[in-house]
T-cell receptor
Framework: AQKITQTQPGMFVQEKEAVTLDCTYDTSDQSYGLFWYKQPSSGEMIFLIYQGSYDEQNATEGRYSLNFQKARKSANLVISASQLGDSAMYFCAMREGPQNDMRFGAGTRLTVKP | DGGITQSPKYLFRKEGQNVTLSCEQNLNHDAMYWYRQDPGQGLRLIYYSQIVNDFQKGDIAEGYSVSREKKESFPLTVTSAQKNPTAFYLC????????????FGQGTRLTVV
């Protein structure tokens, strides 16, 4: 069964605007971590932000914030003040406590328009 | 510099040949992972290892094999049993804790002709 779902194959945003990339997850574990990665066209994977299942506050890292709604099992990434360099693939991932593996969603391709 | 190194960056092989992709890390991480990525797609887990001499199958292990004889190394062999091996392969490592991120190598682009 798919554990990480990203329903937006592609998104467009105007430069300097904010954008939200959706991510829902499925787990029965109490301990899990949620991660967002950026993949530019070069192929490298860049870690952006982390949210733990026990964290009560939404995570923030510069222009990135994570809208964590535990009851709805969603962990949406918000990018504020979009820049042209934000154009890339974005992946949501989850790491569950016991298994300790890390699985990824299908990704969202974000295009920032000037 | 600490990091995770994959080699080679590009690899070409003839159909029917086995090929081994290298992954080395000097981050002292216990866990290591192999993922496959097809064009425009997400990352699919092939194998992962939480400790030396132990590894588990991921979602698409058929046609692949791994070993974990040293903490620093987690090579992936793409065997002739893998029906469509042409893809981008990413190796990652992390600490043993579930609340830490994974660090990725630069990837190996395998083309089988």
């Amino acid at each position: 069964a798919q554990k990480i779902t990203q329903t937006q194959p592609g998104m467009f945003v105007q430069e300097k605007e904010a954008v939200t990339l959706d991510c829902t997850y499925d787990t029965s574990d109490q301990s899990y971590g949620l991660f967002w990665y950026k993949q530019p066209s070069s192929g490298e994977m860049i870690f952006l932000i982390y949210q733990g299942s026990y964290d009560e506050q939404n995570a923030t890292e510069g222009r990135y914030s994570l809208n964590f709604q535990k009851a709805r099992k969603s962990a949406n990434l918000v990018i504020s003040a979009s820049q042209l360099g934000d154009s890339a693939m974005y992946f949501c991932a989850m790491r569950e406590g016991p298994q300790n593996d890390m699985r990824f969603g299908a990704g969202t391709r974000l295009t920032v328009k000037p | 510099d600490g990091g995770i190194t994959q080699s080679p960056k590009y690899l070409f092989r003839k159909e029917g040949q086995n090929v081994t992709l290298s992954c080395e890390q000097n981050l002292n991480h216990d866990a290591m992972y192999w993922y496959r990525q097809d064009p425009g797609q997400g990352l699919r887990l092939i194998y992962y290892s939480q400790i030396v001499n132990d590894f588990q199958k991921g979602d698409i292990a058929e046609g692949y094999s791994v070993s974990r004889e040293k903490k620093e190394s987690f090579p992936l062999t793409v065997t002739s049993a893998q029906k469509n091996p042409t893809a981008f392969y990413l190796c990652a490592s992390s600490t043993g804790a579930w609340n830490t991120e994974a660090f990725f190598g630069q990837g190996t682009r395998l083309t089988v002709v």
